[in-house]
């Protein structure tokens, strides 16, 4: 491949169009003079200037104007020597090639400005007294094509720079995608994790506080730290699963693990309600996980912030969006020791997950103290109006 590239960056170079102006040149030479042309100065002479047309092929890429008018003034010469045409074909040739790169060069006017002067000067070379249409043909043919050549190059090249834009705009797009997953797993993490450390550290300062006094009653706190630890790692099983499949439409899951939720947060010693209020289990898979992890930020930011304080959680259905809401009273007892565990991203999470699914989220003092969070986030469709629409 390498072989194969250099050998057209060869060909496409001046290399080549010197390496076939000598080729040319010698044989044009050599046809003089097996023609006998060189035995006066008129045919040496003619024979000079058609060799000055041929060496014009060697600039052509870099310089097409120049070379042709070059060749034009060596043809025009030629007509002095003799009134005939130049010997040989290769003259001719490098005519054709001159006008062909004339096509392919910026600047219309001036290229056709050249090529004018190109043809004249073929002209004047052929005879001035007769007037040959083949030199019109042969130097327009292969402008028109220098000027094909020259748009398709053109073309391509807004392709290739097009292509390179799209990869770019390709590599930034990835970037982006793992930044979000990285982003989605963190908030995953969060959720697991922040909740079941906040019971475990309630749970083992309340037995480390009654070991002595009541050895049964620790050994409950040591088991709801056992169950923490259980919840953990299957809640971190759940994050697998829901990493490696796409979210579908296989109902209200979440909705369904609020209430063991609850019941692990009142073992833990929070006062905690949890009411539903209709079919709020027809929820989408993606809004069932964020109502899940709702109540649970709910619950977590109470053991930390609010010890003491009773939380209601009200899930509530009615017509196409399930509202959840998470409610607590000010603390009633001391500092729970947690107020600066997590890294301050519990709401902004929340926020994200319910967005995401196409739902709303408020968070904010409740009224007589306390806090409360509240979401709305929409239910399954209802086949009828679907097809009433369609």
Known sequence: MQARERAARLLGSWRADAVLAAGLSLGMVAYVAAQGLLSDGNGIFETCCGVGVIACIAARRRFPRLAALAAAGCAALASLGNTGPLPGSPPILAIFLLAYSLGTADGTVRSVAALACLGAGTQA?????????????????????????????????????????????????????????????????????????????????????????????????????????????????RLVELLGHEPGQRGGHG????????????????AVSCRLAGPADELPEQASEAAYRVVQE????????????????????SGPSVQITVRNGPSAAGPSGLESSGGGRGLTGMRERVQACGGELSAGPAEGGGWQVLARLPGQPDPSQLSATV
């Open 255 to 270: 909705i369904r693990l609020v209430d063991e939720l609850v019941a692990r947060a009142a073992a833990a010693g929070l």
């Open 125 to 237: 070379a052929d005879g001035i007294a007769v007037f040959n249409p083949f030199i019109v043909v042969g130097i327009i043919g292969p402008f028109a094509l220098g000027i094909v050549m020259r748009s398709r190059r053109r073309i391509a090249d807004q392709l290739a720079a097009r292509g390179e834009e799209l990869e770019v705009e390709r590599e930034l797009f990835a970037a982006e995608a793992v930044r979000y997953e990285r982003a989605r797993i963190a908030r995953e993490l969060h959720d697991i994790v922040a909740h079941c450390i906040s019971v475990m550290v309630i749970q083992a300062g309340a037995g480390q506080r009654i070991a002595g006094r009541d050895p049964a009653l620790a050994a409950e706190a040591f088991d709801a730290i056992s169950q923490a630890v259980r919840q953990a790692e299957s809640e971190i099983g």
């Open 298 to 317: 709910g619950l977590t930011n109470a053991l930390k912030h609010a010890p003491g304080a009773h939380v209601e959680v009200v899930i509530t259905a």
